[in-house]
T-cell receptor, first 111, second 112 residues
Framework: KQEVTQIPAALSVPEGENLVLNCSFTDSAIYNLQWFRQDPGKGLTSLLLIQSSQREQTSGRLNASLDKSSGRSTLYIAASQPGDSATYLCAVKTGANNLFFGTGTRLTVIP | EPEVTQTPSHQVTQMGQEVILRCVPISNHLYFYWYRQILGQKVEFLVSFYNNEISEKSEIFDDQFSVERPDGSNFTLKIRSTKLEDSAMYFC??????????FGQGTRLTVV
């Protein structure tokens, strides 16, 4: 069964700093990988989706990379802002059309 | 921008009662899903629905649960005889194909 792990569980950084969130998965036979943002008590907002054939995707200050063979993805956030404070979830889709989620990284950006 | 809509946002029910959680997926999407997140735990897959039938389900989705698309726009999750451990945030999601999944804001179910 696919297991998704995210490190660190929590991260606190000063505003303006660049940061990297890590995601690892046990089964490299994935269809795609998706990064989400979750605000407290709220739903999931899709940030980036990387297909299994892709190496990275970029959206604004966010860049996600995928190394399928090693079972890893990173989410890079440039020039962090207090509004980036949230929990970031990584999820992978395997042959079955459902997502396996990690436990998330809770990010706090200090003004 | 199209979005997935879930109602109610919060539901409190007594143990043993039946609840129906409602979702309106994005209109041109073909795949519909339910996930749940128990407080402090991972988001877990429950069921996927395509072409008016269940396409996949997890071991969590037992006979207590059922899904329905009654009118071509709504997608519902019914939980019969609720238990305390059913308390969780339930998320509906939809996708056009096997790509981007769009999630609703969730329904917080509290079983007392």
């Amino acid at each position: 069964k696919q297991e998704v792990t995210q490190i660190p569980a929590a991260l606190s950084v000063p505003e303006g700093e660049n940061l990297v969130l890590n995601c690892s998965f046990t089964d490299s036979a994935i269809y795609n990988l998706q990064w989400f943002r979750q605000d407290p008590g709220k739903g999931l907002t899709s940030l980036l989706l990387i297909q299994s054939s892709q190496r990275e995707q970029t959206s604004g200050r966010l860049n996600a990379s995928l190394d399928k063979s090693s079972g890893r993805s990173t989410l890079y956030i440039a020039a962090s802002q207090p509004g980036d404070s949230a929990t970031y979830l990584c999820a992978v889709k395997t042959g079955a059309n459902n997502l396996f989620f990690g436990t998330g990284t809770r990010l706090t950006v200090i003004p | 921008e199209p979005e997935v809509t879930q109602t109610p946002s919060h539901q409190v029910t007594q143990m043993g009662q039946e609840v129906i959680l409602r979702c309106v997926p994005i209109s041109n999407h073909l795949y519909f899903y339910w996930y749940r997140q128990i407080l402090g735990q991972k988001v877990e897959f429950l069921v996927s629905f395509y072409n008016n039938e269940i396409s996949e389900k997890s071991e969590i989705f037992d006979d207590q649960f059922s899904v329905e698309r009654p009118d071509g726009s709504n997608f519902t999750l019914k939980i019969r005889s609720t238990k305390l451990e059913d308390s969780a945030m339930y998320f509906c999601a939809s996708s056009y194909g096997r790509g981007d999944a769009f999630f609703g804001q969730g329904t917080r179910l509290t079983v007392v």
